[in-house]
């Protein structure tokens, strides 16, 4: 599977949120085609890299183009994709992905669950795709992981971010039109 090379990670993070929808990501040869992502920037109170760098997010202070995980509630491994200049600390979490690749081992990890649930949240996207911290500070364009763009255009819908406390109206959660595959409706 090629690079990601029509991904520009030098860019915004809104701007890579919404271009990676419909991209196709997989990790060890599991995933599937992104549906849903949120855009975070060291501006937004609601993003990691706000208050500058720290141990737990030295990786979105990193080179653009790489991984940035963390543990959520302390269950959940999430995946950012880093993007924006080294230093800045912006990034995109996958929010959701419709699984193409690799199922039966999404199932393995998640236990059986309808297809619609596999990755249909960044915790679910997360065990799925059987991401540890071991990901974080990973480059995107070797393995494990395997990264390509939208092979053809796709409709976007746009809407607020969901699941933060700060910020929350911001219009920087991007998914693809009509998928039922999204971790929740869009208004």
């Known amino acids: ?7 520009d990670f030098q860019g915004s993070s809104v701007d890579l949120a919404r271009a990676l929808i419909g991209a196709v990501l997989l990790v060890d040869g599991v995933g599937g085609r992104i549906v849903e992502t949120e855009a975070y920037d060291a501006e937004d109170p609601a993003s990691h890299s706000h208050r500058g760098p720290d141990p737990r997010n030295a990786s ?49 990890r998640r ?21 540890t911290r071991a990901h974080d500070g990973l480059p995107l364009d070797r393995a494990p992981f395997a990264l390509r763009s939208a092979p053809q255009p796709v409709e976007v819908i746009v809407g ?12 920087w959660r991007f998914g693809l039109q009509g998928s039922c595959f999204v971790s929740r409706r869009f208004p």
């Open 1 to 7: 599977m090629p690079a990601a090379a029509a991904l």
């Open 160 to 171: 607020p971010r969901i699941g933060i406390s700060k910020a929350q109206e911001m219009p």
């Open 111 to 131: 236990g059986p669950v309808a297809d619609l649930l596999l990755c249909a949240g960044p915790g679910r996207v997360g065990q799925a795709l059987g991401i």
């Open 60 to 108: 979105m202070f990193g080179p653009p183009g790489h991984a940035y995980v963390y543990r959520s509630y302390g269950i959940h491994w999430c995946l950012n994709l880093v993007c924006r200049e080294a230093g800045h600390g912006a990034g995109v979490l996958v929010r959701a992905i419709e699984p193409t690749h690799g199922q039966e081992r999404m199932r393995a």
